[in-house]
């Protein structure tokens, strides 16, 4: 953890050091020894499993030691290099960036406690389906009163918008939900028309009935590539919320909880080389949600649109595991049944054989196959659980948030080096026979730092435009007026956060820092940024590490200029952090 006062005091004594030369390295605090680190990003990788242990009556464990726990990958028993239980992982008390400098390091951005995100996902789901849930929402937020428990809310619509950050005040979290208004899908896939509606009394006509045959097809052909050309659409902003939820909360300690609230997930996930059994995914499920695990149905309408860009949603999904962060899927759907057809059927009363009814209705059960199969995978590979075919929201989010208080953190190296993209399965066992334990399935062996073509800057424009901190990389900073006209944006970057590559006896980072000023209105004035991308030997780095990284961005000062937005990326890993707030602060 970076000092505060410390770093007031450098700052305002004005020690700068050119970046050309080296970057600055400051005297600072030790990070607790209580709370194990488990953020030191080198060549050797960490692999953190959540375990969410109750009785089997649900009761919360949380007095269990590390001993009690075992893991194996594909197999292979690892060896735990991190443990950290419930009770440790919620004494981290949040504290205030100090007066005029920014932060985005975790006790400065998050609360105490399990965290969990509330998520209304009005791009894959009807106008009914988001009433509903803003309806169950409004009575879950109700009925929180002095339970403490720290919810945030989003909306995911053509991007991911925060309504309200970490909140365990009932009160800010009802009028954050009071205010999202539900809306029309932006991009809502319509069932295509019958394959063939030629009226019984023309079946023998000839040629008329293969003409209006022929032309039906050609409407069907070109209604099924426009479905196709949503689902895709839909799936592409889907994987950047996903990746979005990362950057956000990725740099937060411990377990962070998303409850999904959808009528559909645009994309099927199936891992490679799982081996998990029917009896284990349906712990997935809750009581009501028994029905047998399937993926894909074949013949679906655009199926070949849902498993398209396979390598991002792999590298999505991966993300949100590695992040630890646990998606609780809830089918907005719920007992609904049959709704798409009903309006199908309304738009469609000259479809005298019937045929574009019973068209629909199996688009409708093909698609809600897929649907509910994806949602059972992502709960599978990041350790939360589905929750369908019930009308009760609430519960569902009410189960995310009890899972936080019984979630112990085990992190592993792996003993397999080689990080190829393939599937690793993960099994946890534990010594208590009288116990139930949920966690990640496993995970892909992705290295992020060998992304071809990646386009990280652009990844840095969404998040300067995104409404809440990103947390990946931390880092605390200062505005200070040089000269008439410009301003020196000051970084003190923690290095732990930062990828390290092994370079002949030395460590080289590869940092990109940016500083954008906006008006009032959020309208982007002007933007900077400089690289640091250097080896330092040993005795260098492990300053850096146990120190910080001081690194000065001067920036004209246009007239106008009321906020600043800060970010740091990682150019390897891809990882971010960001921070906003009052220039004049």
């Known amino acids: 953890m970076l000092p505060k006062v410390t770093l007031r005091a450098v700052l305002s004594a004005g020690l700068i050091l050119n970046v050309a030369l ?15 680190s488990i953020t030191v990003r080198t060549t050797t990788r960490l692999v953190v499993v959540d375990v969410v242990v109750t009785s089997k009556s649900g009761q919360p464990i949380t007095d269990l030691k590390a001993e009690d726990f ?12 991190v443990f950290t239980p419930p009770a ?25 406690g399990p965290l969990t995100v509330l998520m209304i996902d009005a791009l894959n789901s009807p106008f009914k389906e988001q009433a509903y849930a803003r309806s169950e929402m409004l009575k879950y937020a109700a009925e929180q009163n002095q339970s403490g428990q720290s919810i945030a809310v989003v909306a995911l619509t053509d991007r991911l918008h925060v309504l309200q950050q970490f909140t365990s005040d009932p009160q800010i ?23 063939s509606s030629v009226p019984a009394d023309m079946a023998g006509a000839g040629q008329a009935a293969l003409a209006i045959a022929e032309a039906q097809q050609q409407v069907a052909s070109f209604a099924n590539l426009q479905v196709g050309f949503d689902i895709e659409r839909r799936t592409l902003i889907t ?13 937060l300690r411990g377990r962070k909880n998303v409850v999904w609230l959808t009528a559909d997930l645009p994309f099927d996930l199936i891992p490679e080389d799982r081996s998990v059994s029917d009896a284990e995914l349906a712990t997935l499920l809750p009581v009501n949600g028994s029905q047998a695990p399937s993926v894909r149905g074949s013949g679906a309408i655009a199926s ?26 809830v089918d907005l759907r ?26 629909a209705a199996l688009g409708q059960s093909r698609s809600l196959i897929n649907s509910q199969g994806t949602m059972r995978e992502v709960a599978a590979e990041t350790g939360g659980k589905t929750y369908m075919n019930q009308n009760e929201i609430k519960l569902g989010v009410t189960l995310a948030a009890a899972d936080g208080r019984a979630s112990y953190a085990i992190g592993y190296y792996p003993e397999n080096k080689k990080w190829d993209g393939k599937y690793r399965g993960i099994k946890v066992k534990l010594a208590h026979a009288d116990t139930e334990v949920r966690y990640r399935k496993g995970y892909f062996a992705v290295d992020s730092s060998q992304e071809k073509n990646a386009n990280y800057e652009q990844n840095v424009a969404t998040v300067l435009t995104f409404n809440a901190p990103a947390t990946e990389v931390s880092f605390m900073a200062q505005a200070k007026p040089t000269e008439p006209g410009k301003v020196r944006i000051i970084f003190l970057v923690d290095a732990h956060t930062l990828s390290a590559e092994d370079s002949g006896g030395s460590k080289k980072m590869n940092v990109n820092l940016y500083a954008s000023l906006f008006d009032s209105s959020g309208k982007s004035l002007t933007t900077r940024s400089i690289k640091v991308d250097r080896a330092f030997d040993a005795s260098t780095y492990q300053q850096i590490l ?3 990284m001081m690194v000065p961005i001067d920036v004209d000062l246009p007239a106008g200029a009321k906020e600043m937005r800060l970010a740091v990326l990682d150019n390897k890993t891809g990882f971010i952090g960001a921070a906003s707030g009052p220039l004049g602060q």
């Open 173 to 195: 979290l009802l009028t954050a939900i009071k205010n999202f208004k539900p809306q029309e899908q932006i991009l809502q896939a319509t069932p295509p028309p019958p394959e």
């Open 22 to 36: 080296t970057p600055m390295v400051l005297p600072a605090q030790q990070t607790s020894g209580e709370m194990p």
């Open 70 to 81: 075992s893991v194996e990958e594909n197999g292979k028993k690892q060896k735990v290099a």
């Open 546 to 548: 146990d120190h910080g």
């Open 304 to 329: 070949e649109e849902r498993q398209l860009h396979g390598p991002e949603i792999k590298d999505a999904e991966s993300r949100l595991a590695s992040a630890n962060i646990a998606v609780y899927p």
């Open 239 to 251: 994987i950047d919320a996903m990746r979005s939820l990362t950057r956000m909360l990725g740099g």
């Open 334 to 359: 719920g007992l609904f049944g049959g709704g798409m057809v009903a309006s199908y059927s309304a738009g469609h009363n000259n479809d005298l054989n019937g045929a574009g009814l019973a068209n």
């Open 88 to 112: 440790l992982a919620s004494k981290a008390v949040p504290v205030p960036a100090p007066p005029g400098v920014l932060s985005n390091h975790p006790e400065n951005v998050s609360p105490a």
